[in-house]
């Protein structure tokens, strides 16, 4: 059977005491949550960053939202949907969900019900405003109630799933954890040397814009590397990868890339790093990422190197580098001058051999979590489609 929201649930919208008055927030003691509470994507609301005061909630007429009530955005950053642990406040692009009467059905099956409805469609459908909803649109949304039994019986095989998911993520950090924790064992330490990076390297450069010299992306040709092609550990995404023609990349000769070369953010989400690989090339880079191309007899080994421009030694050189006023960048001289901990180069190669072991478990981590990812969305598309 499906009901619409409004039949079932009164929808409450937040608001934004003004921020020009500080009594509404200094010493603030009750929650609030915006939408980025809301985008850290854990299923209980508890803690938000921001709280408001006694002052703030009389003067301005907000409503508390109750505990265990399902919270959703519905402007800007459509569909992230939590259920708050205790009471709390919201801003006005939350929507909250208040049971009228015992037709609603339980929390955690509205919790994921609305996040298997297609928001951004219900948005185009009605007008040409943008990625937003209002109160009347969402008051006409139908949901699907069965018995209460049976609401149980999904939830429970979600939260499970849910339940595994988050114990594999957790395992995924951990792993990356080790390695930080590692290097900073081994080669944190005053007594080992350091080396100069560009007097390591046959060239340290970074590419351009194609748009900026006269070329467009195409939908194929050769592939081109940017900042979002990287991800938190350093692999290449695929679905991430942008093409340009060959008359581009013969254009931009200066940054073709190698296989082996590094590259490392110098512009936006400084400090990514990642060694190029064979299956992505020919390939190019623009100007946000610099290109780190070891010397043959260079005396480090790459896959160390990689671990090092991640390491704290580097955030706090880079801390230190940072300049720009719209855009915190970095230098290729700023790269050049890093100083790298120079151990010898079997212990360097150890350390490698390490993170090449840890890489493969958290690779087969990954893979459960994708595939526990692909049962949960199968179960719910069956639960809700």
């Known amino acids: 059977m499906k ?3 409004s039949d079932l649930y009164t929808l409450q919208m937040g608001k934004t005491p003004s921020r020009n008055v500080p009594e509404y927030w200094q010493g ?85 019900q609305l996040q298997c409805h297609d928001w951004v469609k219900e948005s185009a ?96 040709g050769v592939n081109f590397i940017k900042i979002e092609t990287i991800d938190s550990r350093g692999e290449l995404i695929p679905d991430k990868v942008s093409h340009i023609s060959p008359t581009c990349h013969s254009a931009m000769g200066r940054s073709q890339l190698f296989e082996g070369d590094l590259l490392f953010s110098i512009a936006g989400a400084i400090g990514r790093c990642a060694i190029v690989p064979s299956w992505v090339l020919p390939a ?18 790459r896959f160390y190197l990689k671990e090092a421009l991640s390491s704290s030694l580097i955030i706090e050189m880079t801390r230190r580098a940072k300049r720009g006023i719209a855009q915190v960048n970095l230098s290729l001289k700023d790269v050049g001058n890093f100083s790298i901990p120079l151990p010898p180069i079997k212990q360097q190669e150890r350390f490698a051999e390490f993170v090449n072991q840890v890489d493969k478990l958290r690779f087969d981590v990954q893979q459960q979590i994708e595939k526990l990812e692909t049962l949960k969305k199968s179960l719910m598309q069956e639960y809700f489609g």
């Not at 939830?155 to 339940?163: F, K, M």
């Not at 190019?284 to 080994?301: E, G, M, W, Y």
Request: glycine residues 4%; proline residues 4%; charged residues 25%.
């Open 3 to 5: 009901t619409r929201l």
């Open 284 to 301: 190019n880079t623009n100007q946000a990422l610099s290109i780190i191309r070891l010397k043959n007899d260079a005396p480090l080994n």
């Open 125 to 220: 459908n009605r007008a040409v405003m943008g990625v937003t909803l209002n109160k009347a649109s969402l008051s006409k949304v139908e949901v699907t109630i069965p018995p209460k039994s049976e609401q149980e019986r999904v939830t429970e095989r979600l939260r499970h799933l849910d339940a595994q998911l988050h114990s594999c993520k957790i395992t995924v950090n951990k792993l990356d954890e080790l390695v930080k924790s590692r290097f900073t064992e081994m080669f944190e330490t005053a007594e080992i040397r350091r080396v100069r990076l560009a007097d390591c390297c046959e060239r340290i450069t970074k590419g351009t814009t194609p748009t900026t010299i006269g070329f467009s992306y195409e939908s194929t």
């Open 28 to 112: 603030g003691t009750y929650q609030w949550a915006s939408v980025s509470d809301l985008s850290r994507g854990g299923k209980h609301l508890a803690k938000t960053r921001e709280r408001i005061t006694e002052a703030a909630i009389e003067q301005s007429g907000i409503k508390e939202v109750p505990a265990n009530t399902v919270v959703m955005s519905f402007k800007l950053s459509l569909g992230k949907v939590a259920i708050t642990r205790e009471p709390l406040f919201t801003n006005e692009a939350i929507m909250a969900f208040i049971p009228k009467d015992d037709r609603a059905p339980i929390a955690e099956y509205l919790f994921y």
